[in-house]
């Protein structure tokens, strides 16, 4: 019994049925144990006697939870940890949580699921969404035309980038014209959010404030409040007490962003979610979130600058790919109508390697500087794009060698996309191209010239959409000059684009021609 046996609990006072960790000395027997409570996994000294030697009682029936391996991106589980999921083939997705308990009730969702009988299409009544502008133009355009009642919207971005202060901006313009709105912060306490709100210059703000992290009393104060807007800052920071796992897992972010989703629809409140990012960029969280909602917006931008763009990625209700255009000021973020502007520098006279392009971002024809610089490489020249893809950059450069002759093989490519913009659309082949030419010619674009068009392999230039109204964006601008696919280029006499002289070209060969003609 004195080496470290098991030693039966006979005798000693209110020690219960449980499993103990019992330390002691063996001697005269065992009525001398002075324990009251031992509770499971816990550790108690028990006196057995005056010769000084330790005993361990250790338990047999120790608790222990189960845990499980779930994959960040996309929810699959493994019973033990896996460097890539079986579910998705993701590596390095698998984060330990503990399982949900057996006794956790199955139909969580039974009371947000009422029947409904099957109906044709024909004779469901629908009647236009009705919306409800924030007060935020640029942020109205992004989302569609305004709020719509029920729908969810999730926006994700950087930290720091102004998304909190974008929503209290919106929620104060809604309260002031009648709504009522409910912002709830699970980052921040009532008086940080009350300081920003006066820091911005929100003064005598009714907006309601609610400092929670748990949804079932969110749920309940949406019910008894009824808002027509609610913000969730953030759906990383909510949890249901229904799951074991932590704050921010999967199975938490799913769950609350359901329960958040099914509560709007059925009781007609616009909610909008604040998602945080990960270091790649991407919203964290399982990609069912994405798909859960209404609408998707990303805030984007540089932190070192003042401007910020948010970008539609999903919306039932709207466009998608909208752009909108915030600028950074004390007082907050104020939209910018004329986004152009940012994305064109300020040049004196033209200087080689520029060259201005008409992109399309959703419905919007928006002007942005392309830059090019070309320079003597060693025998590794680099090819490095800003804002633009570098495995297209690579594929119009040898386009550029095999079909116009410009060789840049021993060449390092710099390009860059003025103002931090993204340009993922082919219209912008055209234009790359001849800031690539300038640049290596050191010769400068005629002064008042923009040019767009996608360039295939075998060097056709094939035309973008929706052309006149870049054409139209062009020459509201003052530009004069502008080398455009075929396809795209207006009829003649067409008085729309007066002060702007069109030179339509069918093949890249064409357009530096025509380019080297100007020079």
């Known amino acids: 019994q004195a080496r470290g046996l098991p030693l039966p609990l006979a005798g000693a006072t209110g020690v219960p049925g449980g499993s103990g960790r019992l330390q002691g000395t063996p001697g005269r027997g065992r009525q001398g144990l002075a324990v009251d409570v031992i509770p499971p996994g816990t550790e108690a000294r028990v006196m057995f006697g005056e010769s000084g030697h330790e005993l361990d009682y250790i338990a047999a029936h120790m ?105 209290l901006q919106a929620l104060d313009a809604l309260q002031r014209r009648g709504l009522s709105t409910l912002y709830v912060t699970g980052e921040e306490s009532g008086a940080q959010v009350a300081l920003r709100s006066r820091r911005l210059g929100l003064d005598g703000s009714q907006v309601k404030v609610l400092a929670e992290i748990q949804l079932e009393k969110i749920l309940a104060t949406l019910h008894a409040q009824q808002p027509a807007i609610a913000v969730i800052d953030s759906i990383q920071t909510v949890y249901s007490e229904q799951l074991t796992s932590a704050p921010g897992s999967v199975a938490q972010v799913r769950e609350c962003a359901a329960h958040l989703t099914r509560a709007a629809k059925a009781g007609g409140t616009a909610i909008v979610l604040v998602g945080h990012v990960t270091k790649e960029g991407a919203l964290a969280g399982p990609r069912v979130l994405e798909h859960m909602v209404d609408t998707v917006l990303y805030f984007e931008g540089d932190t070192h600058s003042s401007f910020r763009l948010i970008r539609a990625i999903k919306n039932r209700f709207g466009a998608v790919n909208e752009i909108g255009v915030f600028a950074m000021t004390e007082k907050g973020l104020k939209g910018v109508s004329n986004p152009s502007a940012i994305f064109l520098s300020q040049h004196a006279e033209p200087v080689p390697g520029s060259c201005v392009l008409v992109t399309l971002e959703g419905t919007r024809p928006m002007l942005v500087e392309i830059q090019a610089l070309v320079d003597s490489g060693g025998p590794s020249p680099r090819r490095l794009s800003v804002g633009l893809e570098r495995d297209r950059l690579a594929m119009l450069l040898a386009v550029l060698h095999r079909h116009a002759g410009v060789a840049c093989f021993d060449q390092d490519v710099f390009v860059n996309a003025v103002g931090g913009v993204r340009i993922s659309e082919p219209a912008a082949d055209l234009a790359v191209m001849l800031a690539i030419t300038s640049s290596l010619r050191g010769k400068a674009l005629p002064k008042g010239f923009i040019a767009f068009g996608e360039v295939g392999l075998a060097g056709e230039v094939r035309p973008a959409p929706r052309g006149q109204e870049r054409l139209k964006e062009a020459a509201k601008l003052g530009f004069s000059v502008a080398v455009v696919p075929k396809a795209n280029a207006p009829k003649k006499n067409d008085k729309t684009f007066e002060g702007l002289t069109i030179h339509p070209v069918e093949r890249i060969e064409d357009a530096m021609n025509l380019v080297r003609g100007m020079g």
């Open 63 to 167: 608790a222990k939870e189960k845990t499980l391996f779930i994959c960040s991106d996309c929810g699959g589980t493994s019973p033990r940890w896996l460097g890539k999921c079986p579910a998705c083939d993701a590596w390095n997705t698998l984060v330990e949580s503990v399982a949900d308990s057996a006794a956790t009730p199955k139909n969580r969702f039974a009371a947000l699921a009422p029947g409904s009988a099957i109906a044709t299409l024909a004779d469901i009544e629908a009647s236009d969404v009705q919306r409800t502008p924030t007060g935020l133009g640029e942020l109205d355009r992004v989302l569609g035309g305004g709020i719509v009642a029920g729908g969810v919207v999730l926006i994700g971005g950087d930290p720091g980038i102004g998304k909190s202060t974008l929503l």
